[in-house]
């Protein structure tokens, strides 16, 4: 079993930033690819980015490429998103996710509860 725990989340202003955090337990964290997701009311959750283990090659969503970045730091168990240069149609729950090195939400074993990032105008 894996543990994963979001923060990080929270109001920002459009073409601010914010840096999420996946705190994870439970398996060895080194060995894990990671994923980000999102998703938005009344809309399926959406492919922001992925990580692998060791190495940590990534791969982004096109509407993020560029803007927002996916890293992990092992000594920490942790994964990272940083965003920038947020738009409003960012805002949703962003969930962290692990298992797996896919854009396909089915393909990940394991799922945080999210957390909320709201972009305001």
């Known amino acids: 079993q894996v543990q994963l725990v979001e923060s990080g989340g929270g109001l920002v202003q459009a073409g601010g930033s914010l840096r999420l955090s996946c705190d994870a337990s439970?398996?060895?964290?080194?060995?894990?690819?990671m994923g980000w997701f999102r998703q938005a009311p009344g809309k399926e959750r959406a492919f922001v980015a992925t990580?692998?283990?060791?190495?940590?090659?990534?791969a982004y969503a096109p509407f993020v490429k560029g803007r927002f970045t996916i890293s992990r730091d092992d000594a920490k168990n942790t994964l990272y998103l940083e965003m920038n240069a947020l738009k409003l149609e960012d805002a949703a729950v962003y969930y962290c996710?692990?298992?797996?090195?896919?854009?396909?939400?089915?393909?990940?074993?394991?799922w945080g509860q999210g957390t909320q990032v709201t972009v305001s105008s």
């Open positions: 990580i692998m283990p060791i190495g940590g090659s990534a």
């Open positions: 439970g398996r060895t964290f080194s060995d894990l690819p």
């Open positions: 996710a692990a298992g797996a090195y896919s854009a396909r939400a089915h393909d990940y074993s394991y």
